[in-house]
């Protein structure tokens, strides 16, 4: 079910998807849904050239990870995916995290996309979940690793993977509802 009543009219969203295999579930489903409520939604990568996802999808990114303008965006989403990890140890992708969550706006990611998140510091002492293989990881930088599909700690979503991409996608709407 899609989100009703709802309208993010105004309100914006970065996508970030790794230059190849994206998990397409991950990215279709909260664009969709995030689409649906009519927020406007951009997709940054460390190429301009077309990212394929792991099942084929194709998406041409607007802008590279390094150009993003956080005062242009109301959340920012780390999609998963095993390309994802290109991120992991990014400064640029860190650092986009943390200026986010310090001005209080959704800081998003699934899959494995948690593991960003945990190395720039912005897990520890926060409630979490993730794909299974990150799960030691995100412990070991502090996180309070929760088996449930979406987790929601203040303004940090995190979600475990693609059969839960349309209760991630619908967690940020709300989210941005707010």
Known sequence: ??????????????????SQNFRDEEFREPAKMLAHVKAGIDVASSSKEPATGMKGMKVTPDLLLTE??????????FVGGSGSS???EDPTAHQLA????????????????????????LL????????SSQVSHLKSKGAEVVEEPV????N????????SARLFGRA???ALAE
Do not use: H
Not at 156 to 163: L, N, V
């Open 68 to 77: 993003v303008d956080l005062a242009d965006y109301d959340a920012v989403i």
């Open 98 to 121: 943390k200026d986010a969550a310090a001005e209080g706006k959704p800081v998003c990611a699934i899959c494995i996309a948690p593991s960003t998140l945990a190395n720039a510091g």
């Open 124 to 131: 520890e002492g926060k409630k979490a979940t993730c794909y």
């Open 86 to 88: 290109e991120y992991f």
């Open 1 to 18: 079910m899609e989100p009703t009543g709802v309208d993010l009219l105004g309100k914006n969203v970065v996508m970030v998807v790794a």
């Open 172 to 174: 940020i709407v709300q």
């Open 156 to 163: 940090i979503i995190t979600a475990d993977g693609p059969e």
């Open 151 to 154: 987790v929601r700690d203040g």
